[in-house]
């Protein structure tokens, strides 16, 4: 794959900033077009719910499989209920009861009827089911106050799925109710695809080992946790190397991990200590590198083998940002989630103006207040505590100026 344009000038970009920064739309493109194909395996049932199906399921049996009664009441022959009412009830034989699962085995003959109970063999002869409330029982006789026409409360075979039918196209998202139906055909495995393993690299000289307090020049690892996180949200079965070193040989070591993605906190620019994109670069393919958007925008991504790379800055937002955009998105994709954003988008009125600039794409976090939004005063990249302070988000697109006060917009809220 040819580098893009962002990096075919500048494969090493250390110390001398980017030459040109690929758009958001470009490296959406770039994502859906080098995804690894879809690798699938067989889950029992019980835990293929949320899977992608990635083989469509097709019955081999009728469901029901018999004609059974739908209600709580007797099976009757519907001419033989024929005038029956309050007024003028009719009396029938009682010649025995169909219960689910335990037919009756004789014949019905006119004036006779069974007891029947939801969901048992209607008994032969039988072509409609009185509910049990139009009749009174008198030991072997009933007494009908209401007549059925034919058909009356029947579950027909097939009625639900019939042999040979598709009951769920290739790819979809199975949903609890998917499980259920598979389970009615007498399915216990489908074919799924697998879920993306995910490793995680996190670099950094300056890092304390999550759970440590932050002490003298030293700052604890914010986004080992937060990254985990994500990736268990949009479905990757996560590894994560604990923190690497700055230090080229350790990174590539880790790069190397056996997984189909590969997301790397930190390292990612263009700073002395920045040794992703070089090593990408060197081992396998550096497709991508500085973005026009904010923040984030020294994100980046390729190849190293078989796994796609995504190199995200160091900067908490922007690492939480570019995983948004980037990463989740590839990991979503092939866990079967799709490609909408994993929050809710609901339109608010602007109390305040957002600002942004023509040509990059904007992550603005904003407060809800009194039913409108106000964009949140703290704007920095390195401030964690603006997206847990904050409600949502607003993506203010790369051809926008940003938005007046009094503007309605979508918001992306965090929960
Ligand atoms: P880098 O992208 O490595 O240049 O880092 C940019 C900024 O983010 C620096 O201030 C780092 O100290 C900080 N940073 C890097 N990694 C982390 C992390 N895992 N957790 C919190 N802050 C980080
Ligand atoms: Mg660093």
Redesign the pocket.
């Known amino acids: 794959m040819a580098p893009h344009p962002s990096t075919a000038q500048n494969h090493d970009v250390r110390m001398r900033g980017f030459v040109r920064r690929s758009t958001v739309t470009q490296v959406l493109e770039w994502i859906d077009q080098n995804l690894p194909p879809l690798q699938s395996e067989q889950v029992p049932l019980e835990e293929a719910a949320g899977r992608l199906l990635i083989k469509s399921v097709a019955s081999e049996v009728d469901v029901p499989s018999f004609t059974r009664g739908m209600m709580d009441g007797f099976a009757v022959r519907a001419e033989d209920t024929t005038g029956a009412s309050p007024y003028s009830p009719m009396s029938l034989e009682m010649i025995g009861q169909a219960l689910p699962g335990q037919p009756f085995e004789g014949k019905i003959a006119r004036g006779q009827t069974v007891r029947i109970m939801t969901g048992a063999p209607m008994p032969k002869g039988a072509d409609a089911v009185l509910p049990a409330e139009h009749a009174e029982i008198h030991a072997a006789r009933i007494l009908i106050h209401k007549a059925v026409s034919p058909h009356k409360h029947l579950g027909t075979v097939a009625e639900d799925i019939a042999i040979g039918t598709t009951v769920l196209t290739a790819p979809r998202k199975l949903r609890p109710q998917d499980i259920g139906v598979l389970s009615s055909i007498g399915i216990a495995h489908v074919e799924v695809a697998q879920l993306p393993r995910v490793h995680v690299v996190?670099?950094?000289d300056?890092?304390l080992p999550a759970g440590s307090k932050p002490h003298g020049y030293r700052?604890t690892?914010?986004?080992?946790p937060m990254l985990l996180a994500l990736i268990r949200r949009d479905g990757g079965r996560v590894t994560h190397s604990g923190i690497v070193p700055d230090d080229r040989q350790r990174i590539l070591q880790a790069l190397m991990a056996d997984v189909d993605v590969v997301v790397v906190?930190?390292?990612?620019?263009v700073?002395q200590e920045?040794h992703v994109p070089t090593l990408l670069a060197e081992h396998g393919e550096l497709n991508i590198h500085g973005v026009a958007m904010r923040p984030s925008s020294?994100v980046g991504m390729g190849r190293l083998g078989k796994r796609l790379v995504f190199l995200l800055?160091?900067?908490?937002v922007s690492c939480l940002c570019g995983y948004d955009f980037f990463a989740g998105r590839a990991i979503r994709l092939l866990g079967g989630c799709g490609k909408a954003w994993p929050y809710q988008r609901q339109n608010y009125r602007l109390r305040r103006k957002l600002v942004s600039i023509v040509g990059r794409v904007d992550y603005a976090r904003i407060l809800l207040v009194d039913g409108q939004i106000d964009p949140l005063a703290t704007t920095g990249a390195?401030v964690l505590s603006s997206t847990t302070r904050g409600d949502g988000f607003v993506i203010i697109p790369e051809d926008s100026e940003g938005y007046a006060a009094g503007s309605q917009v979508d918001v992306f809220l965090y929960d």
């Open positions: 996190t670099t950094g300056e890092l700052i690892d914010a986004n080992s906190s930190g390292g990612s620019s700073g920045d020294p800055p160091g900067n908490p390195s």
